[in-house]
């Protein structure tokens, strides 16, 4: 099962960091290109603790939706989503906040279960784990960019 770890430093407040990253609206803006869009559950604004969001995008070239839902919050420093439905076996995503000086840490932790067994697995090595990894890590980037212009 892949670990996804990524940490990245914002020159921003502890609270804009956390807002920004559960916010469905900047979640759109910062998957653009994969033409995410909410479209069942919370589809606007600030997800809190037990929200569910269905995300309708395009990832390696096939349209798919999936389904997450935030299970823990200590805000404004910790929050975990899971998949409940989509294409993965399972997913966990744990966003870490640490206030650092003016700024903020933030921390990804996305450990997931590719479908399909053996081919899941195969799948991972040859390419998958490398897609998710540029998606924790991109989005990330985004999210310092939008922050940092507050």
């Known amino acids: 099962m892949p670990i996804i770890k990524h940490d990245i430093f914002i020159n921003a407040p502890i ?3 956390f807002d920004l990253s559960r916010n469905v609206d900047v979640h759109r803006e910062t998957t653009s290109n994969t033409k995410e869009k909410a479209i069942e559950g919370v589809t606007v604004g600030l997800m809190e603790n037990g929200d569910t969001v269905t ?3 395009t990832h390696l070239g096939v349209k798919q939706k999936l ?4 299970i823990e919050m200590e805000k404004p420093y910790k929050f975990t989503d ?3 439905k989509g294409a ?3 997913f966990t995503h744990i966003h870490e906040f640490i206030e650092c000086g003016t700024g ?3 921390k990804d932790t996305f450990t997931y279960k590719s479908p399909f ?10 390419f998958l784990e490398k897609y998710m990894r540029n998606f924790i890590v991109n ?3 985004e999210l310092k960019r939008i922050a940092e212009k507050k």
């Open 88 to 90: 993965f076996h399972s």
């Open 139 to 141: 989005r990330a980037k």
């Open 55 to 57: 995300w309708e995008a």
């Open 15 to 17: 609270n804009v960091c």
């Open 82 to 84: 899971v998949m409940v």
């Open 67 to 70: 389904t997450a839902k935030i």
């Open 117 to 126: 067994g053996m081919l899941g697995v195969i799948a991972d090595k040859l």
């Open 104 to 106: 903020t840490t933030m």
